[in-house]
């Protein structure tokens, strides 16, 4: 099953869990998933069927530009990035 890596800002809502092994095929699959498991991490990830435009989602360590419709395999490690503001001088 895909590894998620759960993101610090999230998980007061896995128990405190880092790390979640989840079924699903793309990361929409996954998400689902994890909403069955943990009530409210949708809402957290997801807006109007896409992924949140704060957040960013890495597949086997590279961005993906399709967010939840990247494909996923088994031993595929899944993390949610949430985006760092800044910059300005």
């Known amino acids: 099953m895909p590894t998620v890596f759960i ?3 999230m998980i007061d809502i896995t128990s405190r869990q880092q790390k979640v ?6 990361v929409r ?4 998933s994890l909403d069955e498991l943990f009530p409210g991490i949708k809402n ?8 949140k ?13 399709l ?11 899944i993390h949610f990035i949430p985006a ?3 910059g300005g001088h």
């Open 84 to 86: 760092v503001g800044g």
């Open 53 to 65: 435009p704060n957040i960013s989602v890495a597949v086997d360590g590279e961005i993906s530009p």
């Open 21 to 26: 092994e989840v079924t699903g095929s793309n």
């Open 67 to 77: 967010g939840i419709l990247e494909k996923v395999t088994p031993s595929s490690e």
């Open 7 to 9: 993101p610090s800002l």
């Open 44 to 51: 957290r990830l997801v807006e109007k069927h896409k992924m």
């Open 29 to 32: 699959e996954v998400i689902n």
